[in-house]
């Protein structure tokens, strides 16, 4: 005896085509080309949560470089020296001392370049 399979084959459809909902084209509504475009969407959003950290990491960096030279120090000066002096502060923490209290970035400036010998 056969057993018809609809109620599952409309289902699975059915999942494929709401995750390819704002598509543009036949990518949101024809089954076949929806598979392939949402196979992809799901691929590029496993590997941009990768970069997005990875991106992050650069801008923390960019704005403690341009906070640093500002106080008269190289980025690599600056974590050298706070990496001497034993001060546990993180990037993604320094960039936004550096962007939001600059009277503190500017301390621990300070503490840098004193463990420095400066």
Not at 67 to 72: P, T, W
């Amino acid at each position: 005896m056969r057993v018809p399979g609809g109620v599952k084959h409309a289902k699975r459809r059915r999942k494929i085509l709401k995750l390819s909902k704002g598509f543009k084209g036949k990518r949101k509504n024809c089954y076949r080309i929806a598979k392939q475009a949402v196979v992809k969407a799901l691929m590029h959003q496993y590997t941009s949560r990768k970069l997005r950290k990875r991106d992050m990491r650069r801008l923390w960096i960019i704005r403690i470089g341009a906070a640093a030279k500002r106080e008269g120090l190289s980025y690599s000066k600056l974590m050298g020296g706070l990496r001497k002096a034993e001060v546990a502060v993180n990037r993604k923490i320094l960039a936004d001392l550096a962007v939001r209290d600059p009277e503190a970035f500017a301390e621990l400036v300070q503490v840098a370049k004193e463990a420095m010998g400066r």
